[in-house]
């Protein structure tokens, strides 16, 4: 199971932290991703890591403004948003998959139900 908090309403240029906890199986061989969805437009992704090495990707339009990492247990990670545009107003949802990170939704078995953010100009 995956659950996202932290969403709401954010002001541009300001900051917001989501977190995603995973429970329910161990998650440590695992990659944790982020996408987001705005109204009319498809899925995006925006973030991942492997909770077992680390390792990062990002999606071209966060690049340098967003940061995920992980919570020390590894079944916690944190999507550190800054710089925020009015563009990065969307339902924004974790999900996980077995092994190295992708950036293909279709990767990713596990998914959580999803947290709004709304930046206001």
């Known amino acids: 199971q995956l659950v996202e908090s932290g969403g709401g309403l954010g002001q541009a240029g300001g900051s917001l932290r989501l977190s995603c906890a995973a429970s329910g199986r161990t998650f440590s061989d695992y990659s944790i991703g982020w996408f987001r969805q705005a109204p009319g437009k498809d899925i995006e992704f925006v973030a991942a890591i492997n909770l077992n090495g680390g390792t990062t990707d990002y999606g071209s339009s966060v690049k340098g403004r967003f940061t995920i990492s992980r919570g020390d247990a590894k079944n916690t990670v944190y999507l550190q948003m800054n710089s925020l545009r009015p563009e990065d107003t969307a339902v924004y949802y974790c999900?996980?998959?077995?092994?190295?990170?992708?950036?293909?939704?279709?990767?990713?078995?596990?998914w959580g139900q999803g947290t709004q953010v709304t930046v206001s100009s």
């Open positions: 999900a996980a998959l077995y092994g190295r990170t992708y950036s293909a939704r279709e990767r990713y078995r596990y």
